[in-house]
């Protein structure tokens, strides 16, 4: 891909945001050095590797997005502000949208860690203080400090939590209780951040779809588990949301043959996000392949 933006005479980049959980890619600097231990380096790609909002996560464009949950977002600055932008997503399930590809990679991988917190807030957690036995494991996993331990049980200050869940598997008693149908209020979020980055480079997004390796968790996890289903190809559209539709389908059908979708992989059916992009203009759900 890179080599084809060169000969177009195009300049190119390839980049990545920061996140709100602890790990390689919560600031710029770890964020580089995690790219460049995986491959993503100047002399291995052609180009360089930018972390798009900044060193802190805090470098973003505002964007008005007038939709039915959220009136704006931000978009990290470095793809705001690009001439064009390819979307290279590997297809892969999601617990918390049930499917990551292109949508899921314009509504949370273009964003800052503000943009990214207004997608997850809905996510923040309670304590069951009647299962909670005080043990504290919870307390560094979470990078916002919003988990405090005392009167011998944890609690969430919800003042500094983004309500990411990175701590919800921390606890051996599972005594952190997500919202109910947190799934969905997150996608319903995530299908309208995804026409932030769309409205920054109007007509100037193209997206491929990578669907191989088909591994239930995100690829930044740091565990991997086996396929949940054959490999189907390669796909390449315009539109973020007939792309995503497309792969969804073209991935049930590899499944079909076990009686199982890939909403049986978390229990969460993506539909939800590419529903609410489609509603805020981001593209169609209805689609026709070419070969």
């Known amino acids: 891909v890179v080599d084809l933006v060169r000969e177009a005479g195009g300049i190119p980049f390839v980049t990545d945001t920061t996140t709100l959980y602890k ?62 932008m390819i979307v290279l997503s590997h297809g892969k399930g999601h617990p918390g949208s049930g499917f990551g590809g292109a949508v899921k990679n314009l509504g949370m991988g273009c964003l800052d860690k503000e943009g990214k917190t207004k997608v997850h807030e809905v996510g923040r957690p309670i304590i069951d203080i009647e299962k909670c036995t005080g043990c504290g494991d919870c307390i560094d996993i979470c990078a916002w400090n919003a988990l405090i331990l005392g009167d011998g049980h944890a609690r969430v200050d919800w003042n500094l939590c983004r309500g990411e869940l990175a701590c919800l598997d921390s606890c051996p008693c599972q005594a952190i209780i997500a919202p109910d149908n947190v799934d969905v209020e997150m996608q319903k979020l995530l299908g309208e951040a995804a026409f932030g980055p769309i409205k920054c480079l109007s007509g100037r997004i193209g997206y491929i779809n990578w669907i191989y390796d088909l591994t239930p968790g995100c690829d930044c996890f740091n565990f991997s588990a086996p396929h949940f289903a054959d490999d189907v190809g390669i796909t390449a559209s315009t539109d973020p949301v007939a792309i995503d539709a497309a792969t969804v389908d073209l991935i049930n059908m590899k499944m079909r043959h076990h009686g199982k979708s890939i909403t049986d992989v978390w229990g969460v059916d993506p539909v939800v996000h590419l529903k609410y992009a489609e509603q805020i203009g981001c593209g169609s759900i209805e689609y026709f392949l070419v070969e």
């Not at 491959?39 to 505002?62: E, H, S, W």
Request: no cysteine; charged share 15%; glycine share 10%.
């Open 23 to 84: 790990g390689m890619k919560l600031n710029a600097a770890n964020l580089i050095w995690a790219a460049a231990m995986n491959g993503f380096t100047q002399a291995g790609m052609n180009a360089p590797f930018i972390v798009a909002d900044g060193l802190l996560g805090d470098d973003a464009v505002k964007v008005d997005l007038d939709g039915s949950i959220l009136k704006n977002i931000t978009v990290a600055s470095a793809i705001a502000k690009a001439d064009s």
